[in-house]
């Protein structure tokens, strides 16, 4: 049973550890369970208080992360020789402390509990002052030490004195040159050779260019200063390699003190993040009690805005052991019960509460059955879900537990979920825990009514406008209000009818009928508007038998659309042609297109242009659609006999 997650308590855990800053604080919310020791929980709770007023008195504190130093301070107690960038960072962290300890001293103004935790932090001044002396910019200042800046300063004149011989080579031998200037390769000055003149110049050939044109000799002037160079870099080496080894031991000697601040600047990350929780979500301190006592005033879920949240009213205890809320689907049960479960768990774990006020009893197990629990890797169904976590609650229960059950025998038979429900409502109450269950039976509603320590509560519900309030209300029984419900999303008046018959029975149906239809419809006359009514849904539209008559009806209505010398376009290439033969039986007509004529079907034809509005009445298209040769011929062929014949073509002249 993961009562983290089926509270949400997780995700108030993520945005818990999104305000710390280090990994130690991070690694202990993620660990943290709830207090069953009393004096813990209240210290705890003094802490969240401390945190939230320095907060809301001297503002954000100024912790960093302690997760290098940490590492680095271990490092160099095993003798190992810290970098410059390692050592600054170990300053960094040394000014951290400063900065927190003087933020510590402003909250002794306010006689602020955690302002004492500044005598435990040591911000080491001269560790801090002696690395800043030394380190600057990720390297050994030059000022280290005397030595070190000598021979810097050996080091830099010896340069330019190689540079300016090299530049003098250049100068003299320009016809042997490559190019006008020295450079540095592998850390000796050179000048760019001709390859043909390399034996020209005295010196040590360093490398050569990708080419092979160019060689980079040092030149011999240059060499015996080289010599004297590397002398004076060993050197510094070994005294920048002193310095650090000597500053590590510092750190190493002071490790003890270092690990002590870590510890309390993580211990403070971790007091401060339940501050700004608390600042985060607008919470408030609650008091605590062991008298098995829940009062929540003005109760919110802590996950939920603030402004859009039904604030809850709640109490439990005095004599009251358990509450079954009862109420319509989408009233806020399952919200309210998780908002009272997630208060007390987090009160439990040293938190503010997300109320206006509290009073939260101590409990040592927070008991849920929330979700259908559905799970197909182990075959679990609804009911099967509900009835495992049920059990692993009855092993775990005792006087001292709190129990949230959601939905109470659903998932099953009606008559025996009832039957489970009641017995599990019996089981809860001879604990004597604290608990609330929602519910939709009325059996058990009635159960609730002749209990002794339990209570019905209902979730109110507005019928005229068939919207939830979110208020619940302690001492009445609610209804499910499932036909309101279902006819605010838009069931038909026919199927809520025979949904009444089907519960309560055709003649108390009538009788209550006015209950679940608030609108006051005539409900004969809204079954019959219903059953007449059109549903708009897509129809399958079945094949007709193949009808010849109808087939040529369809065909001859398009021999007037389509007429010889009709301006047409070509689809779906938009081709501009002329009609040269209508329609025939197939639905095919021809067309002139430019250089040749095509049979096409006319639903790849658009029309264009009339041949009406383009031709006079007795126009020959032979002449557009017909070859000069075979105009001629057809002519003859009309004055007299000939034995010509008229060859068709399908192009045009």
Not at 448 to 457: E, I, L, S
């Amino acid at each position: 049973m993961n009562t983290d997650q089926i509270l949400e308590f997780d995700q108030v855990r993520q945005k818990w550890k999104a305000l710390a800053l280090t990994r130690a604080a991070v690694e202990k919310i993620d660990s943290l369970d709830f207090y069953l020791d009393e004096s813990r929980l209240r210290k705890n709770l003094r802490e969240t208080d401390d945190a939230r007023r320095f907060l809301e008195d001297c503002g954000t504190p100024p912790l960093a992360s302690t997760d290098e130093a940490k590492e680095l301070a271990a490092q160099a107690v095993k003798e190992g020789c810290l970098m410059p960038e390692q050592l600054e960072r170990i300053e960094k962290m040394l000014a951290a402390v400063s900065r927190l300890k003087a933020y510590l001293n402003r909250g002794k103004q306010q006689e602020n509990a955690l302002a004492y935790y500044e005598q435990n932090l040591d911000a080491l001044p001269d560790l801090r002052e002696q690395i800043a002396s030394q380190i600057r910019g990720g390297q050994v200042d030059d000022y280290a030490s005397r030595q070190l800046l000598s021979l810097r300063s050996r080091m830099s004149a010896l340069r330019d004195k190689m540079k300016q011989k090299a530049e003098q080579a250049v100068r003299s031998r320009k016809e042997y040159m490559a190019d006008s200037y020295c450079t540095v390769r592998d850390g000796h000055i050179c000048v760019p050779v001709k390859k043909e003149y390399r034996h020209k110049i005295a010196g040590m050939t360093i490398g050569q260019s990708s080419s092979g044109s160019t060689y980079f000799i040092e030149p011999a002037a240059v060499s015996k200063l080289q010599e004297e160079f590397q002398e004076l870099q060993i050197g510094e080496e070994n005294e920048v390699r002193r310095i650090l080894y000597t500053l590590t031991a510092l750190v190493a000697d002071s490790a003890g003190p270092m690990e002590e601040n870590i510890r309390y600047m993580e211990k403070l990350d971790y007091i401060f993040s339940k501050g700004k929780l608390s600042m985060e979500l607008d919470a408030v301190t609650p008091r605590i009690n062991t008298d098995r006592r829940i009062r929540l005033k003005d109760a919110r879920h802590p996950l939920m805005e603030k402004e859009r949240c039904v604030p809850l009213q709640f109490e439990l205890g005095n004599g009251t052991n358990g509450i079954v809320i009862t109420g319509p689907n989408t009233g806020g049960k399952t919200v309210a019960i998780k908002t009272v479960a997630l208060n007390c768990l987090m009160a439990q774990c040293g938190l503010h509460v997300t109320c206006g006020e509290a009073d939260i009893c101590m409990n040592s197990s927070f008991l849920c059955d929330i979700g259908d629990g559905q799970n197909l890797t182990e075959n679990l169904s609804t009911f099967s879900a509900h009835i495992k976590n049920v059990l692993e609650i009855m092993e775990r229960l005792n006087s001292d537990s709190l129990v949230v059950m959601d939905e109470l025998g659903s998932g099953t038979d009606p008559a025996e979920g009832m039957g489970i429900a009641v017995a599990i409502l019996e089981e809860l109450k001879n604990s004597g825990c604290l608990f609330l269950v929602t519910t939709h039976y009325p059996q058990v509603k009635e159960y609730a009514a002749r209990a002794q320590t339990v209570q019905n509560a209902r979730m109110e519900f507005d019928r005229s406008t068939l919207e939830p309030l979110y208020r619940m209300v302690i001492g009445e029984a609610g209804e499910s209000c499932a036909f309101y419900i279902a006819k605010r999303l838009g069931m038909p008046a026919r199927m809520l009818q025979n949904a009444a018959c089907a519960a309560y029975g055709a003649d108390a149906a009538g009788m209550r009928k006015q209950a679940w239809n608030p609108f006051g419809e005539d409900m004969e006359q809204a079954y019959g508007a219903d059953a007449q009514k059109e549903d708009g849904h897509p129809r399958i539209r079945k094949a007709r038998a193949p009808d010849g008559k109808t087939k040529a009806a369809g065909i001859s209505g398009l021999l007037d659309k389509f007429q010889i010398g009709d301006s047409v376009m070509v689809l779906p290439d938009k081709k501009i042609g002329i009609v040269c033969e209508p329609v025939n039986e197939k639905g095919v007509l021809r067309v002139q297109l430019p250089g040749k004529k095509i049979w096409i079907n006319h639903k790849r034809v658009r029309l264009h242009v009339k041949a009406a509005e383009m031709y006079p009445d007795d126009y020959d298209f032979s002449i557009v659609f017909d070859s000069a040769e075979n105009r001629k011929k057809r002519h003859e062929m009309e004055r007299r006999y000939t034995e010509q014949m008229i060859v068709s073509s399908d192009w045009c002249c």
